[in-house]
């Protein structure tokens, strides 16, 4: 079993920056980033696969979140750049095995609340 542990949230003023952190014990394949907001559904932020060639953004954090991976440090990360009030969520990462495209593997979530 891989634990996921994420880190960076915070509190933040709107047009600001954050970097999410989400280091795996271990080996992971497509990694995903999800954020939940209070009495909305959790969606899927951004993904990206083991080699780092393929990512996907939702149509709301394109050109404003970068999602990147260092497999030497089992680490996914996820670059929030000019923040809005409405990114304020939980934000988790999330990992897949090699035998699968479900999501089996999920972190903790990092709180992130951007002022207006």
């Known amino acids: 079993q891989v634990q996921l542990v994420e880190s960076g949230g915070g509190l933040v003023q709107a047009g600001g920056s954050l970097r999410l952190s989400c280091a795996a014990s271990?080996?992971?394949?497509?990694m995903g980033w999800f954020r939940q907001a209070p009495g909305k559904e959790r969606e899927l932020v951004a993904r990206?696969?083991?080699?780092?060639?393929?990512?996907y953004y939702a149509d709301s954090v394109k050109g404003r979140f970068t999602i990147s991976r260092d497999n030497a440090k089992n680490t996914v990360y996820l670059q929030m750049n000019s923040l809005k009030p409405e990114d304020t969520a939980v934000y988790y990462c999330a990992g897949t095995t090699m035998f699968s495209a479900d999501y089996a593997y999920w972190g903790q979530g990092t709180q992130v609340t951007v002022s207006s």
């Open positions: 990206v696969n083991r080699s780092g060639g393929d990512t």
């Open positions: 271990g080996r992971t394949f497509t």
